[in-house]
């Protein structure tokens, strides 16, 4: 391996015993420290051993612990006390590990562009298998083989897709499961997908956390110690003793970590992996051939010989038939030349901490690490005299329990481990190359930025870097760049400046309260407009463009904006002045020392910024201290009857077993019992939403489950709200269900119940209706399309965009009594929008009443749509109007439900679903994004036409399930057309006309997720025939959602400005305006008819169309010649928009 295909390793995370990171980790290996202890008795006695068990000979009670194996930093990954719980202290620390190894590298542990993969291995827990036990005995085998929060939250399979998860890494997430070797041939898969281009970044390491570690009967023959402790290779050692351990590598590829300026710990120069083979005396034993054959050929992808090494760190397991076969198999498998002996150390960490399991490997990889770069040779503890002593004399190797230096430059070192059942894994070290990339330059004042989610967090952060700036290992100038660009923004903030030699002072004093977090930058330039070009593209670049720039003198800084003034003014609380005075363009660094002053000040009011060091070619990233997390005990096993008591009552487990049944149901009290038991949250009340108390979709699965068991009803969190599903409306719904025959005694679609139904009986009842049997015919064949929905401005321009990208006839569904009324409509809809009429031929019409969707389908022309229809492109309704679900029901629901049997019975699978952002609700979890899925939780406090949606779209779940194709477009507030054109009875373009007639606009801060309407029509048309467009959803509108302020300024942009105000006060002046007037496009109402569209309280992933919108180079957000142009064209066809625009057309022309 050459160093084109070196591997880095720059960025280590740990807990092992006696060790709660890689420097303390060090030290105790360097000291040569053993980290078993004897157990205290009352220890045992507590976990239910007996006396005569403790006092046992045979009995062993010395242990290597693990620190903190109990505590986990929850909340700072967003697990609530609940699920916390019942996730393995295996995948809770590594974590935690992983996050402080990327932290260690310099790089984000989320939000890092580079593709980071992760590769990791572990096994079965004692806390795992005691949480199963437990409710294999309160509830039986099955429903514990069944748990799915025990399988979620406790196998190894989930434990590198748990980190991809939480820190948002998109590479490949690998578990590895080849026992003792896991997390060394994780490594080596590392390299492989690194070398392969498969990630930029990689994660490698595993995980074994045997806790509480309670002593273990000693059997002759067995793997385990007489004593309790582990003594690689020397003559007194009868096997392994077991411990905890976890650990993670950062690895990237050596030519970009060196240009990136990585903390290079040490080179991988060569890996291999593979298995014994049958060549051995049973499934358990070890053979030295195939361990040999492994360590030759890692040997020689590194590109040396044995000759070369200095140490080997070897898998040491203590066992005297596993020694004997590895120093053979070593010995065999790195000498190149007979004779010569004793030239490179061996030894194992084993000595120090114990039998790590899968997390062995890393763990010797960590300390290979720390030889390689310092060449300092750790002890060997507990080593007296050799086990085979001829073998070791005639071999490459010497063992050492004193400490010792390796003198040569070349210091490589190779790294053995050996699973269980036969596959080892090789891997090669050597010392890091001195760095590439230059030190941030000297400045005479240092800004560092240091943030955490809370004070106490902000403060330790502070007095940790304040050591680390006393030790003098780094350059100030870099730990200031780290800080910047491998560092993560919290909402807690301080920016420390003081001169290089006052910093550590500085940290140490109280930081002062963190401002209020602003959303926004505004840059005032001076009056007569002129800035530094320079400085001005560094800025936008900074604000990544949303940077709004205005020309003084400075105005007041609106309450959510950070105002930047250029040139003078006065600085104040969210005002920070950018003196121009003698700023030089030349002077590069007088020019960055400003703008680095003026970004950490936006930094600090709650501004994202992308920091100019990113792309920098100076400053190298350093190893700083790990964040302190705030750590809580999450044990489940305090419920539990004593582990070691061996006929022990059955125990409950609070997370997975529902209250009892009450003699007379009280749903409420009962369901917040549950609540607060499977959220961990005991003040929980009957109105907390689901997602405020950090409830997520394992949780929601759990009472799922609870209730199921409970009631005998199947009501999930989705159903009852997702995010904003509360005890009280979760009550209301099983009442419901159980005091009902169920959703059959609900009215069907013959409509015929007599009964007055709840809407909650209606949704279930339309939920559960049957969908008509597939039919026995073939699939369909035909090319041509059917389109459902009324006869509006979207409707027109996705018709106009399927006949252009279809095949075939557009078959078009139309509310008109005759062919001549339809067309008339279908003309007069493309003249308002500029576009072609339709061509008869290929449009041909489907006319009838919606609500008879399956027979019109069914009876037009004698079956022609079932010989020539494939696919069926079909709307839910727009949001708006105030009519209920029971109301809007038989329009929607049921004619979708007949479409649907129509086409199942004709074999037509393909299905397009024009839907809205309305069918969403928010998120499990608390998190303010929507999500790009098709499963959504019902938001209770939308409109009917929403909760329509909602079910229309669930519907579409149960049919795909049953082979049929179906693909959901999801938009929101649809803006004008990209040509102008718009629909003038839109309230959008009432409230804006309104607001531009009066001068002034709402101070409304609801947001909107918009998009033109013809980029809309385009996409689905086009995205449709994409391969992977089936089975997905994809929300059409821009990335950045806008309130009606923003709107309104970029019409100000585009030369018609307002005046923002309260709402009442608008309202009240555009109701003045209309009674003067009599003009009905005035319309103080029109932010409430607009509401129907707001985006509520997320913010709407649209990922899926991006690749699309680059294709072909557009861009859904809305400009201000986009919306003045809309507005154009409505007063170019209503005379009501022509009366209220034509003044300030007319000033346009006049100015």
């Not at 607060?676 to 929601?700: C, K, Y």
């Not at 006949?803 to 409509?825: F, I, K, N």
Request: charged share 25%; proline share 8%; glycine share 10%.
């Amino acid at each position: 391996m050459n160093n084109d295909t070196a591997i880095a390793v720059i960025g280590i995370g740990c807990r092992f015993p006696d060790a709660r990171g890689p420097q303390e980790f060090w030290r105790n290996i360097g000291e040569g420290k053993v980290s078993f202890r004897d157990l205290d008795p009352e220890r045992l006695r507590a976990a239910g051993l007996s006396d005569e068990v403790i006092d046992d000979p045979a009995y062993v009670k010395t242990a290597a612990t693990l620190p903190g194996a109990e505590d986990f930093a929850a909340e700072f990954f967003g697990y609530s006390p609940a699920e916390a719980e019942a996730t393995d202290p295996q995948q809770r620390l590594f974590l935690e590990v992983c996050w402080e190894a990327l932290e260690s590298a310099g790089h984000l542990p989320t939000g890092d562009p580079l593709i980071t993969g992760v590769f990791a291995g572990a096994s079965a827990s004692t806390y795992m298998t005691a949480l199963t036990v437990a409710r294999a005995r309160s509830e039986g085998v099955l429903a514990a083989a069944d748990d799915v929060a025990l399988h979620l939250g406790g196998l190894p399979d989930f434990l590198s897709s748990r980190v991809a998860y939480k820190l948002g890494l998109r590479g490949p997430s690998i578990g590895v499961q080849t026992a003792c070797s896991s997390s060394l041939t994780a490594v080596h898969y590392a390299v492989l997908s690194l070398l392969s281009g498969e990630c930029d970044l990689a994660l490698a390491g595993g995980a074994a956390v045997n806790e509480p570690a309670l002593g273990y009967r000693h059997h002759a023959g067995a793997l385990a110690s007489r004593d309790g402790y582990c003594r690689p290779f020397d003559s007194r050692s009868t096997g392994t003793s077991f411990s905890s351990g976890v650990g993670a590598v950062v690895l990237r590829r050596l030519s970009d970590a060196l240009a990136d300026g990585d903390p290079v710990l040490a080179v991988v120069h060569g890996s291999a992996v593979g298995n014994d083979g049958a060549n051995r005396s049973g499934f358990t034993a070890p053979s030295p051939q195939g361990l040999a054959d492994v360590v030759a050929a890692a040997l020689d992808v590194a590109g040396i010989t044995g000759e070369q090494l200095r140490y080997v760190e070897a898998h040491g397991s203590g066992t005297p038939l596993g020694d004997q076969i590895e120093l053979r198999g070593l010995t065999e498998g790195a000498r190149s030349a007979p004779g010569r002996t004793g030239y490179c150390g061996l030894g194992s960490v084993k000595a120090n901490i114990g039998h790590c399991g899968p997390a062995a490997g890393v763990a010797g990889l960590i300390k290979a690490v720390h030889v390689a770069r310092t060449g300092e040779l750790p002890p060997h503890p507990l080593f007296e005299r050799p086990r085979s002593p001829g073998v070791l004399a005639d071999s490459p190797f010497r063992i050492s329990a004193e400490p010792g230096h390796i003198e040569e430059e070349g210091r490589y070192v190779l790294v053995n481990s050996m699973g269980l059942g036969g596959t080892n894994a090789t891997v090669v070290v050597g010392p890091p190359p001195e760095p590439t990339r230059p030190s941030a330059p000297d400045r005479d004042t240092v800004r560092l930025v240091l943030s955490a989610h809370s004070d106490d967090e902000l403060a330790k952060l502070s007095d940790g870097l304040a050591d680390e700036l006393e030790r003098g290992a780094a350059a100030v100038g870099d730990i200031a760049h780290t800080l910047r660009v491998g560092r993560r923004s919290f909402a807690r903030r301080r920016v420390v400046s003081a001169p290089a030699g006052q910093l550590a002072e500085a940290l140490r004093r109280p930081a002062p309260p963190t401002p209020a977090a602003l959303r926004g930058v505004r840059l005032v330039l001076p009056q007569d407009g002129e800035a530094p070009e320079v400085l001005m593209t560094r800025l936008d670049v900074a604000f990544r463009g949303r940077v709004e720039v205005v020309t003084g003198p400075a105005p007041e800084a609106p309450a959510d904006r950070f105002l930047i003034l250029l040139g003078r003014g006065d600085a104040d609380e969210g005002r920070f002045v950018l003196p121009l005075d003698g700023l030089d363009e030349s002077d590069a660094e007088a020019l960055t020392d400003r703008l680095d002053e003026a970004l950490t000040a936006a930094w600090l009011h709650g501004v994202d910024v992308d920091w100019p060091e990113r792309t920098a070619s100076r400053g190298r990233r350093v190893a700083l201290p790990a964040y302190p997390f705030s750590r809580k005990r999450y044990w489940a096993l305090d419920r539990l009857p004593p582990l070691a008591r061996p006929d022990g009552p059955p125990g409950n487990d609070p997370a997975t077993t529902p209250p009892e049944p009450a003699t007379a149901p009280d749903v409420d009290a009962e369901l917040l019992l549950l609540w607060r038991e499977l959220t961990g949250v005991e003040t929980l009340a009957a109105d907390d939403e689901f997602g405020a108390l950090g409830g997520d979709s394992l949780t929601a699965m759990r009472i799922e489950a609870a209730v199921q068991r409970r009631y005998g009803v199947s009501v999930n969190v989705h159903r009852a709200g997702g995010g904003q599903a509360t005890v009280r409306r979760m009550a209301e719904i099983v009442r419901g269900l159980t005091q009902s025959s169920g959703p059959a005694a609900a009215p069907g679609p013959e409509r015929g119940a007599t009964a007055e139904p709840s809407e909650a009986d209606l949704i279930d009842a339309d939920l559960a209706l049957p969908l008509a049997p597939s039919g026995t015919a073939a699939r369909a064949r035909g090319t041509d399309t059917l389109l459902t929905g009324g006869a509006g401005p979207l409707d027109a321009f996705l018709l106009d965009e399927l006949l252009r990208t279809a095949e075939g006839r557009v078959y078009r569904v139309l509310d008109e009594p005759d062919e001549e009324s339809g067309r008339r409509r279908l003309r007069r809809a493309a003249e308002a929008l500029g576009l072609s009429e339709p061509d008869a031929g290929r449009v041909p019409l489907v006319l009838g009443s919606p609500a008879d969707l399956g027979k019109l389908c069914a009876h037009h022309r004698d079956g022609e749509l079932a010989a020539r229809v494939g696919r069926v492109v079909h709307a839910t309704p727009r949001p708006g109007g105030t009519a209920s679900y029971q109301e809007l029901r038989a329009t929607t629901v049921l004619p979708l439900v007949d479409l649907l049997g129509w086409m199942r019975e004709h074999g037509v699978e393909d299905f397009t679903c024009l839907s809205t952002l309305a069918a969403c609700g928010s998120a499990l979890g608390g998190d303010d994004t929507v999500p790009e899925d098709r499963e959504q939780p019902l938001d209770p406090e939308r409109a009917g036409s929403a909760v329509a949606t909602w079910v229309m779209e669930r519907l579409l779940e149960r049919a795909e399930a049953d082979g049929m194709r179906v693909r959901v477009f999801r938009t929101g507030l649809l803006l004008g057309a990209t040509t102008g054109a718009c629909d003038p009875d839109d309230p959008l373009w009432h409230l804006l006309a309104s607001g531009l007639a009066v001068g002034r606009h709402p101070l409304d801060e609801r947001t909107y997720a918009v998009s033109p309407i013809d980029l809309v029509a385009r996409s689905v048309a086009e995205l449709m025939d994409a391969p992977g467009s089936v089975g997905r959803a994809y929300h059409l509108v821009s990335p950045a959602p806008v309130t009606v302020r923003e709107l309104f300024a970029l019409l100000g942009e585009a030369g018609w400005p307002t005046e923002g105000v309260p709402l009442r006060q608008w309202q009240r002046a555009v109701a003045l305006r209309a009674l003067d007037r009599e003009n009905p496009v005035l319309s103080p109402l029109a932010p409430r008819l607009l509401s129907a569209a707001a985006s509520g309280r997320g913010r709407p992933e649209a990922k899926a169309w991006q690749p699309w919108l680059d294709r072909v180079g557009a861009d859904p957000a809305p400009t201000g010649p986009l919306l003045r142009a809309a507005l154009t064209s409505a007063a170019a066809r209503h005379p009501g928009f022509a009366e209220l625009l034509d003044p300030l057309s007319r000033k346009d022309h006049d100015d």
